[in-house]
């Protein structure tokens, strides 16, 4: 694992953005998947709002939907994914310095139609989240399906596919970014790495 650690932040430290295929593991990830089609099927994805504090369920900004990940729950697959990211956190922070002390997740689902306009994942009253990281659940995904991650950098845009398994990593408070809209469902667990 400290490998895949490696060659992620290399990728980050090198481009900005970390990707990386191998973060989750192919068995977590489709198990977090099927929690994800669970949830929904129980209408328990529900719109996010856009600012801080403020739920404005602004659609023409956003029309994913959400359910927030709970460490309390008891849930053996949630269980597992935070200790997968306890251990990539103690990395982070002990090879890099990033006095990561909390962080938050949530299911993603943009149906189909959806997407996000371009923003930054920082609010303006509150700059705890330092690390944005998206992990894709989407098998077979093919070009025409849309719903790239578009990232905006000073020298130009970068088109990222929602590959399964995939997992992405940036500065919130650094890259503005957009998830173009997407042709099919697309999942992912999405968070942020805060420091309160
Ligand atoms: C977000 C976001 C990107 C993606 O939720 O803030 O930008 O690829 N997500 O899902
Ligand atoms: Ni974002």
Not at 120 to 139: A, G, V, W
């Amino acid at each position: 694992m400290e490998n895949t650690y490696e060659s992620f932040i290399s990728s980050y430290i090198g481009d900005k953005v970390g990707i990386t295929d191998d973060f989750l593991g192919l068995a977590l990830s489709g198990s977090l998947k099927k929690n994800l089609l669970k949830l929904h099927s129980c209408n328990q994805l529900l719109e996010a709002g856009t600012g801080n504090q403020q739920v404005d369920h602004d659609k023409l900004f956003r029309s994913d939907v959400i359910h927030w990940l709970d460490p309390e729950n008891e849930d053996e697959v949630e269980q597992y994914f935070f200790q997968v990211m306890d251990h990539f956190v103690e990395h982070l922070n002990r090879t890099c310095y990033t006095g990561i002390n909390a962080y938050e997740f949530h299911y993603t689902l943009y149906p189909e139609g959806s997407f996000y306009k371009r923003h930054l994942d920082q609010f303006r009253s509150d700059d705890s989240r330092k690390y944005s990281m998206i992990m894709y659940l989407n098998e077979d995904w093919k070009k025409e399906d849309g719903g790239e991650l578009c990232i905006y950098h000073s020298d130009g845009e970068q088109k990222i596919s929602p590959d399964n398994g995939k997992t992405v990593f940036f500065k919130s408070s650094e890259l503005e970014h957009e998830v173009l809209v997407t042709h099919k469902p697309r999942m992912s667990i999405t968070g942020w790495l805060k420091t309160l």
